[in-house]
């Protein structure tokens, strides 16, 4: 079966720009988080979707926004890029939608977003 | 607010010898713990997960972390360390709302030879 599937891997972009990045989850997954994750820190939380609904929001300012389509694959998108938004953005695949059932975590290998 | 913290921010042991990776979560009432690794240019993976069973939790690869409430800790072991474990370990906490994850700031563990 295939794994967390996230396009692109690796891209290049200028301040002020905007950028889509493209997450599948496991089959028959329901849930969609996506994590920011900068040179040497942990990952931090962007958005969760669940059922094509948002269920919960770190803190992350307006420019980042997300939606998840019927067939549960997502999209996240930031806009006027900065500098600082240069990181590795993680999808994570989940049977429901959350950790507490027990269920495992899927992540996928992210993509690579350089602001230049 | 919670945080997870990891007491070391890089590890060297010997191939062959014991690895320690320490965590220390925040208090919760039952809490969800977790030990990911994220190899160079690779997702991140799940080592083991514990969810309010057996204290002793065993992972993959030869992993295992001991859950103790009394100290807060959740840390990481495995007897004997080989090349391939080179990686950068995650300690992660389920936060109080169903949906977020609270990550650790990474143990970077080093091989010698």
């Known amino acids: 079966d295939a794994g967390v599937t996230q396009s692109p891997t690796h891209l290049i972009k200028t301040r002020g720009q905007q950028v889509t990045l493209r997450c599948s989850p496991i089959?028959?997954?329901?849930?969609v988080s996506w994590y920011q994750q900068v040179l040497g820190q942990g990952p931090q939380f962007i958005f969760q979707?669940?059922?094509?609904?948002?269920?919960g929001r770190g803190n992350f300012p307006d420019r980042f926004s997300a939606r998840q389509f019927p067939n549960y694959s997502s999209e996240l998108n930031v806009n006027a890029l900065l500098l600082g938004d240069s990181a590795l953005y993680l999808c994570?695949?989940?049977?429901?939608?959350?950790?507490?059932?027990?269920?495992?975590?899927?992540f996928g290998e992210g993509s690579w977003l350089t602001v230049v | 607010a919670q945080s997870v913290t990891q007491l070391d921010s890089h590890v060297s042991v010997s191939e062959g010898t014991p690895v320690l990776l320490r965590c220390n979560y925040s208090?919760?009432?039952?809490?969800?713990l977790f030990w990911y690794v994220q190899h160079p240019n690779k997702g991140l993976q799940l080592l083991l997960k514990?969810?309010?069973?057996a204290t002793l939790v065993k992972g993959i690869n030869g992993f295992e972390a001991e859950f103790k409430k009394s100290e807060t800790s959740f840390h990481l072991t495995k007897p004997s360390a080989h090349m391939s474990d080179a990686a950068e370990y995650f300690c992660?906490?389920?936060?109080?709302?169903?949906?977020?994850?609270?990550w650790g700031a990474g143990t970077k563990l080093i091989i010698k030879p």
């Open positions: 992660v906490q389920g936060g109080d709302s169903n949906y977020q994850l609270i």
């Open positions: 514990y969810t309010s069973a």
């Open positions: 089959s028959g997954h329901k849930s």
């Open positions: 979707y669940y059922e094509k609904e948002e269920r």
């Open positions: 994570a695949s989940n049977l429901d939608r959350g950790h507490r059932t027990g269920n495992t975590i899927y």
């Open positions: 208090s919760s009432y039952s809490p969800s």
